[in-house]
């Protein structure tokens, strides 16, 4: 096995990226691009199809605006009867744009493809301060880490495309791409060494506000890390450079202040922080009342301490034994990139370590699908140099070429069938039963489409992701909100309730009390598995 060689890199590399795409497709396939894991990506696919057809990030939906804007679904905003995404518009206003180009084939697509050229740019960008063998394994680790890999196979969620912005960036920056093949055009093309020079710099800025687009919750610890790279660089090269870069962040965060202007009316308000009025209050997409403007989340210590060691640590264990060997390794050739490590992990695990999550209904479930896995993910993909300096060094002690090279093809072996089995097939959120689960949404959902009409309204709990945009939406049940406006909501139309299945004495209950004191009764129409399609009518 000589890593000296390109082709050998290159085979391996095909067979994980094919791998990895295959993998991913798992959820999109079984989705049909029709119904989602989560209200997030229910939202981002409305909003990327939308643009594509429009150019907007708005719809009008008058029968929510007769309702005091109360019917749409979870991670949507609505606003004089107008719904508009609930959070941030950088990935859907690009995959929408991408949408436009190539069709809405691609739509699902995207997220996976370009981290498979994220891994290209990981093993360049490494290669300028870890060895060839490092590179070449860390980007056949990062197509295969847990979290990479699940997140990518959710691909309308913002956090991988966030993370492959930094990463591109990092690549025009360090590796120079533009300039290296205009130098050997430069016969054809003339001399245009300024540009030559800049291309790279700019595009590396542009990316960054990208992806400060996507995600600008991260703008934090992204400037910071912009700064110290900076000085680190002045001190080296001069400060034309930053100050180009400064120029391209700028240019990249003008689509940034300007959908959102034409979208909330605020070029600094984003869907998370636009104020809505439901019912006379602020609606609860509105972000809570910061306890501090830097830790918008409040500083749990004791949280922190928890969810690092569960998520951060525990989750992917032989990951983690890999990284804090190879820190170590790491740290007596590469001290800046260690302490950076260290800067960005402290913060987000501050950050979003001290916030108390619970994706899964089952709040005792620590799961890959937990959020603390995608907002850590620059952590993960920051510490897999880390665990490619382990392999190196842990295989690197057989005694003969051959049997390092046996170790170390085992090592990588045996680290890829462990993220294997925890995306695809372990636990409740694992990628096959998320597989199975959307298979049978799909069908539950046309099932249910059949049974009511095109312009009835549907209150859910949790099944919001499931029938927008076919049928209005109202969540929850168990509101008083909900409770005093079904009354005019069965007037005006069908109204209907899906959720889990009432007990007989539940229902009686809302028959004879509830229900009966606003002049309405609840019929059970048919159920799915274990919830219930209900008929509310006067």
């Known amino acids: ?307 690092v060691s569960d998520y951060g640590m525990i989750l992917f264990w032989w990951l983690s034994v890999l990284a804090l060997i190879g820190i170590m390794i790491a740290f007596v050739r590469q001290k800046f990139y260690v302490i950076l490590f260290l800067i960005i992990s402290i913060w987000l695990g501050i950050w979003y370590g001290s916030w108390v999550l619970f994706d899964n209904p089952d709040t005792t479930q620590i799961t890959i699908a937990n959020s603390y896995v995608r907002y850590w993910l620059p952590i993960f993909v920051l510490s897999i140099p880390f665990i490619s300096e382990a392999i190196v060094w842990t295989s690197s002690k057989g005694r003969t070429k051959l049997a390092r090279n046996l170790f170390l093809v085992s090592i990588i072996v045996f680290i890829v069938g462990l993220n294997v089995r925890i995306v695809f097939f372990e636990g409740q959120d694992a990628l096959t039963r998320v597989a199975d689960i959307l298979r049978e949404s799909r069908q539950t959902k046309k099932e249910v489409l059949a049974l009511t009409q095109p312009d009835s309204v549907i209150i859910v709990d949790r099944g919001d992701k499931l029938f927008f945009p076919d049928r209005h939406v109202r969540y929850p049940l168990r509101s008083e909100a909900t409770y005093s406006l079904m009354p005019k909501i069965a007037e005006k139309t069908s109204l209907y309730y899906f959720g889990i299945t009432f007990p007989q004495g539940d229902l009686d209950y809302l028959n004879q009390s509830k229900l009966k004191g606003l002049g309405l009764q609840i019929k059970h129409i048919k159920t799915f598995s274990e919830e219930s399609l209900y008929y509310i009518f006067p």
């Open 1 to 307: 096995m000589d890593y000296k060689t390109p082709r050998f890199f290159w085979v391996l590399f095909s067979v994980v990226a094919l791998i990895f795409l295959i993998g991913t497709v798992v959820v999109s396939s079984a989705g049909a691009g029709d119904v989602f894991v989560s209200p997030d990506e229910t939202t981002n696919a409305f909003f990327s199809r939308n643009f594509s057809q429009t150019g907007t990030f708005f719809v009008k939906d008058a029968l929510s605006g007769d309702f005091f804007d109360a019917l749409h679904p979870r991670s949507m905003v609505v606003r004089n009867g107008i719904l508009m995404p609930g959070s941030f518009l950088g990935l859907p206003m690009l995959y929408g744009a991408m949408s436009f180009i190539f069709g809405d084939w691609i739509l699902l697509l995207l997220t996976p493809l370009i981290a498979i050229f994220s891994a290209l740019a990981i093993r360049r960008i490494f290669s300028v301060f870890f060895s060839q063998k490092v590179s070449d394994i860390s980007a056949l680790i990062f197509l295969t880490h847990p979290a990479v890999w699940y997140y990518s196979a959710r691909g309308l969620m913002h956090n991988v495309l966030f993370v492959c912005l930094l990463i591109l960036s990092a690549y025009f920056f360090y590796c120079r791409p533009i300039y290296k093949h205009l130098k050997r055009c430069e016969n054809r093309l003339g001399r245009l060494r300024f540009f030559q020079k800049t291309i790279d710099i700019f595009a590396s800025g542009i990316l960054i506000g990208f992806s400060l687009f996507v995600r600008a919750s991260e703008v934090y610890w992204v400037a910071i890390v912009i700064a110290l790279l900076g000085l680190f660089h002045i001190k080296k090269n001069g400060s034309k450079e930053i100050f180009l870069l400064f120029i391209g962040v700028v240019i990249g965060l003008f689509p940034f202040f300007y959908f959102n202007f034409a979208t909330y009316g605020n070029p600094f308000i984003t869907g998370y922080t636009v104020p809505v009025l439901s019912n006379g209050l602020i609606a609860q997409e509105q972000i809570a009342q910061s306890p501090s403007f830097l830790f918008p989340f409040g500083v749990s210590m004791r949280s922190v301490i928890q969810n």
